[in-house]
Nanobody
């Protein structure tokens, strides 16, 4: 059974950092693109950053470019999202998702989803 489990969320002050992890199991990890998505209250879920199966192609939303870094360790079946210079508007539930990977996309209709982890940025 394909599973994705997010961890690393929490409360952080503006300007701080968090590292999110997405651990996959039950599938051939490097065959899938992995994306990070977020949903704030009252807003649509949006793509934050996505990475191809090999790690060679990466996408960042304009709102996080230069602040967030996505990476993957296929030997450990983990994708990371390093979030620096956090802003209150980054507050959301963050989800990781897996997509069959003929090419990279970073849209909401990914195939498989984790349960999410809360990130709150507040003074």
């Amino acid at each position: 059974q394909l599973q994705l489990v997010e961890s690393g969320g929490g409360l952080v002050q503006p300007g701080g950092s968090l590292r999110l992890s997405c651990a996959g199991s039950g599938f051939t990890f490097d065959y899938y693109s992995i994306g990070w998505f977020r949903q704030a209250p009252g807003k649509e879920r949006e793509g934050v950053s996505c990475i191809s199966g090999s790690g060679n192609i990466i996408y960042y939303a304009d709102s996080v470019k230069g602040r967030f870094t996505i990476s993957r360790d296929n030997a450990k079946n983990i994708v990371y999202l390093q979030m620096n210079s956090l802003k209150p508007e980054d507050t959301a539930v963050y989800y990781c998702a897996a997509d069959e990977d003929p090419s990279l996309r970073c849209n909401v209709p990914y195939d498989y989803w984790g349960q999410g982890t809360q990130v709150t940025v507040s003074s």
